[in-house]
T-cell receptor
Framework: GQNIDQPTEMTATEGAIVQINCTYQ??????LFWYQQHAGEAPTFLSY??LDGLEEKGRFSSFLSRSKGYSYLLLKELQMKDSASYLC??????????WGAGTKLIIKP | GAVVSQHPSRVICKSGTSVKIECRSL??????MFWYRQFPKQSLMLMAT?????????EQGVEKDKFLINHASLTLSTLTVTSAHPEDSSFYIC????????????FGPGTRLLVL
């Protein structure tokens, strides 16, 4: 079957760095997405990886290892506004997104 | 940009009535639009995929006669919840994928439906 695993909740301190891991199993693979979702709002696109390696975009970076079925989202210089759920989603061979349950990130001052 | 709008953002209706939700891609053409439902503290659940000019593809367990989807143009898809019941109360979110572009889905702001 198809499956996405990511931690349910993480806590970090303002100004610090946090890494949110995601492992996936899909029928075929057409890329890995990370979305941010604030409470009561729709998801917003953060990153897309289809090749192995690290993609950096400002304070956020995303890494992919296709051979390991593994990705992580790295957030640097954490700000209070980064408190949100972070959704990992893998695209299968039919170009359908398989969603993880999301990781709730709590930032403490 | 890739802006997707949804209307209404919030709706309260009586049980048995029908509610229509619109999803528009404002600055791009979307050959494919997706409709999701999300219950509190749960992940997104794909309801259906709609392609412009053709019938929507519904996920298993989603009643196509209850959740009517119309994708009449490259910028507009509608979801109609027919004969709504309290258990249909949820956060409904649409997303759109660019025509001929990358596979990224861009989400609308969502519609919060409360059925009394």
């Amino acid at each position: 079957g198809q499956n996405i695993d990511q931690p349910t909740e993480m806590t970090a301190t303002e100004g610090a760095i946090v890494q949110i891991n995601c492992t996936y199993q899909t029928s075929g693979f057409n890329g890995l997405f990370w979305y941010q979702q604030h409470a009561g709002e729709a998801p917003t696109f953060l990153s897309y990886n289809v090749l192995d390696g690290l993609e950096e975009k400002g304070r956020f970076s995303s890494f992919l290892s296709r051979s390991k079925g593994y990705s992580y989202l790295l957030l640097k210089e954490l700000q209070m506004k980064d408190s949100a759920s972070y959704l990992c989603a893998a695209m299968d061979s039919n170009y359908q997104l398989i969603w993880g349950a999301g990781t709730k990130l709590i930032i403490k001052p | 940009g890739a802006v997707v709008s949804q209307h209404p953002s919030r709706v309260i209706c009586k049980s048995g009535t029908s509610v229509k939700i619109e999803c528009r891609s404002l600055d791009f053409q979307a050959t494919t639009m997706f409709w999701y439902r999300q219950f509190p503290k749960q992940s997104l659940m794909l309801m259906a995929t709609s392609n412009e000019g053709s019938k929507a593809t519904y996920e298993q367990g989603v009643e196509k006669d209850k959740f009517l989807i119309n994708h009449a143009s490259l910028t507009l898809s509608t979801l109609t919840v027919t004969s709504a019941h309290p258990e249909d109360s949820s956060f409904y979110i649409c997303s759109a994928r660019r025509a001929g572009g990358a596979e990224t889905q861009y989400f609308g702001p969502g519609t919060r439906l409360l059925v009394l």
